[in-house]
């Protein structure tokens, strides 16, 4: 991993701009490059924050590298597996920017995903979560299908009584919204 990115601007007290926050268990195996394409974003001013759930693949020792290897990424263990929610929620406690966005350890991210969404974000305040369309591919990287993301307001608030109405994965949302 390299460090080929500039030194961050931080908001007053040095709090990052953005917090990326994923939860991992046993992904060593999509984790490298995962954290890979969130490193090479266009968008530098971020933390990465990983909750490792007490895995048992080499996780782990993967994580020490990434963070031994640039100073934005802080990762914390669980002493036991406590599944995807508990661990987001404690991830979400050792977020420090404004704005959250989330990343699955097994997926990969185009590398204008976060300068998009930081940059709407800041153009609409009144906006308190966003989503993005999904590209599904398969472990070879083949592609299957588009996983649309609604727009409107009325439709979000209708399907998510019945399913998730974003895409869980490629979320951005302002964390005192989701903390209050």
């Known amino acids: 991993m390299r460090k080929d990115y500039e030194p961050l601007s931080r908001t007053s007290g040095g709090i990052p701009r953005l917090s990326i926050l994923m939860a991992t268990y046993n992904c060593g195996r999509f984790l490298g490059q995962a954290v890979e394409s969130l490193m090479a974003q266009t968008f530098k001013e971020f933390e990465l924050v990983i909750i490792d759930d007490a895995s048992t693949d080499d996780t782990p020792s993967m994580l020490?590298?990434?963070?031994?290897?640039?100073?934005?990424?802080?990762?914390?263990?669980?002493?036991?597996?406590?599944?995807?929610?508990?661990?987001?929620?404690?991830?979400?406690?050792l977020c420090r920017a404004p704005l959250v966005a989330r990343a699955d350890a097994d997926d990969v991210f185009y590398p204008q995903r976060l300068q998009k969404q930081?940059?709407?974000?800041?153009a609409h305040p009144e906006i308190g979560v966003l989503s993005a369309v999904e590209e599904i591919m398969d472990e070879g990287g083949r592609f299957l299908r588009y996983k649309p993301t609604l727009t409107e307001d009325d439709e979000i608030r209708f399907f998510h009584m019945f399913t998730h109405a974003m895409s869980h994965t490629v979320v951005m949302y302002r964390k005192e919204l989701v903390t209050r």
């Open 64 to 93: 020490r590298r990434f963070q031994e290897a640039d100073s934005r990424i802080r990762w914390e263990r669980n002493e036991h597996n406590r599944r995807l929610g508990p661990s987001l929620n404690r991830g979400l406690g």
């Open 118 to 122: 930081v940059s709407f974000m800041n």
